[in-house]
T-cell receptor, first 113, second 115 residues
Framework: AQSVTQLGSHVSVSEGALVLLRCNYSSSVPPYLFWYVQYPNQGLQLLLKYTSAATLVKGINGFEAEFKKSETSFHLTKPSAHMSDAAEYFCAVSSYGNNRLAFGKGNQVVVIP | DAGVTQSPTHLIKTRGQQVTLRCSPKSGHDTVSWYQQALGQGPQFIFQYYEEEERQRGNFPDRFSGHQFPNYSSELNVNALLLGDSALYLC??????????????FGPGTRLTVL
């Protein structure tokens, strides 16, 4: 079975500061990894995905993530937080040939002016 | 090009009742997956439909059932509602069971409240 761990349900960051959200995965097969963002009362929007190509993945809104197999991690970063980044962020895992997603519990990001 | 649509947006039911939620996939997609997102939690996979058949199922009781129609739209049915069924129900569509690097597109969800 595949699973994802996201620590720290609430993350506060100052406007202009680095955003770092941690994701560790468990998978018995090579994983596909995703970060989704959810704004209040909305569905999930894909930020970026790793599907066994480049280990450094760039996504929308200035976010990027690096796949590190040795650390079973896929942490999400953004160099400079913006007020519009306030939302909930989910890391998810699937595998080749099976797009069933297993999600972490999410990180609620609060941006402080 | 319409994305994934879901109806209704909100729904209030009482314990023991039955509910049907509906989903229309993104144009060109033929696979629909359903997820349950309880308050403060990540989405949990319920099941997936492809070619009008249930292809995969998560750890949900038989009270949760579904259907896919020839036009690829889908329904999620929940019988004998419990308070714990209160959640946001998300529908996701994709092209094939794992097409295009497994990417799924999510709808806005249906918020179900069970009283």
């Amino acid at each position: 079975a595949q699973s994802v761990t996201q620590l720290g349900s609430h993350v506060s960051v100052s406007e202009g500061a680095l955003v770092l959200l941690r994701c560790n995965y468990s998978s018995s097969v090579p994983p596909y990894l995703f970060w989704y963002v959810q704004y209040p009362n909305q569905g999930l929007q894909l930020l970026l995905k790793y599907t066994s190509a480049a280990t450094l993945v760039k996504g929308i809104n200035g976010f990027e993530a690096e796949f590190k197999k040795s650390e079973t991690s896929f942490h999400l970063t953004k160099p400079s937080a913006h007020m519009s980044d306030a939302a909930e962020y989910f890391c998810a895992v699937s595998s080749y040939g099976n797009n069933r997603l297993a999600f972490g519990k999410g990180n609620q990001v609060v941006v402080i002016p | 090009d319409a994305g994934v649509t879901q109806s209704p947006t909100h729904l209030i039911k009482t314990r023991g009742q039955q509910v049907t939620l509906r989903c229309s996939p993104k144009s060109g997609h033929d696979t629909v997956s359903w997820y349950q997102q309880a308050l403060g939690q990540g989405p949990q996979f319920i099941f997936q439909y492809y070619e009008e058949e249930e292809r995969q199922r998560g750890n949900f009781p038989d009270r949760f059932s579904g259907h896919q129609f020839p036009n690829y739209s889908s329904e999620l049915n929940v019988n004998a509602l419990l308070l714990g069924d209160s959640a946001l129900y998300l529908c996701a569509s994709s092209s094939g069971l794992a097409g295009d690097s497994n990417e799924q597109f999510f709808g806005p969800g249906t918020r179900l409240t069970v009283l």
